[in-house]
T-cell receptor, first 111, second 113 residues
């Protein structure tokens, strides 16, 4: 099993550009989530999904969109990047009530 | 609103010492609690998962306890080693919250040879 994979590892964007952060898991997990990690703020939930076709907002959803068309994939879209979205982004997956497995992260810088 | 606090924020110990990391949460209606390890520049690695009905979990030199009524969990590391140096994060999941985790700020552990 590859576990949870994320691409790209690093990305630099200019303000106003859009992009999609990719996340995939091969463990047939129902639950998938996106977090951002910022110094002094810890890890905060952006969006999550409890299954294909079902998504919901987390603590900091503004400026981000998600969709879940398959069990395996959960992409995160930045609609119009802002410097405040400079962060490290982590994707996670789990079975209901189970251990959460995290991907290696995407380091995003918005200039 | 659930809040998770970890004390201390940083800890430095000599190699071989036994140590305890603390985690507290404000709402006792949790589904489970997880302890993670994060090395600098890396992702999170799950160490232990404790379900709300359990009191403790053990893995090797690690032992995590859970006291829901008091809103506390501890991570005990026996015979610490320099390789244990990392940031340790505690996170809780509430009932009917679809796997959403609320994280503490973490404890940065340094084990000196």
């Amino acid at each position: 099993n590859a576990g949870v994979t994320q691409t790209p590892k690093f990305q630099v964007l200019k303000t106003g550009q859009s992009m999609t952060l990719q996340c995939a898991q091969d463990m047939n997990h129902e639950y998938m989530s996106w977090y951002r990690q910022d110094p002094g703020m810890g890890l905060r939930l952006i969006h999550y999904s409890v299954g294909a076709g079902i998504t919901d907002q987390g603590e900091v959803p503004n400026g981000y969109n998600v969709s879940r068309s398959t069990t395996e994939d959960f992409p995160l879209r930045l609609l119009s990047a802002a410097p405040s979205q400079t962060s490290v982004y982590f994707c996670a997956s789990s079975l209901r009530g189970g251990t959460q497995y995290f991907g290696p992260g995407t380091r995003l810088t918005v200039l | 609103k659930q809040e998770v606090t970890q004390i201390p924020a940083a800890l430095s110990v000599p190699e071989g010492e036994n140590l305890v990391l603390n985690c507290s949460f404000t709402d006792s209606a949790i589904y489970n609690l997880q302890w993670f390890r994060q090395d600098p520049g890396k992702g999170l690695t799950s160490l232990l998962l404790i379900q709300s009905s359990q009191r403790e979990q053990t893995s090797g030199r690690l032992n995590a306890s859970l006291d829901k009524s008091s809103g506390r969990s501890t991570l005990y590391i026996a015979a610490s080693q320099p390789g244990d140096s990392a940031t340790y994060l505690c996170a809780v999941s509430n009932y009917n919250q679809g796997g959403k985790l609320i994280f503490g700020q973490g404890t940065e552990l340094s084990v000196k040879p």
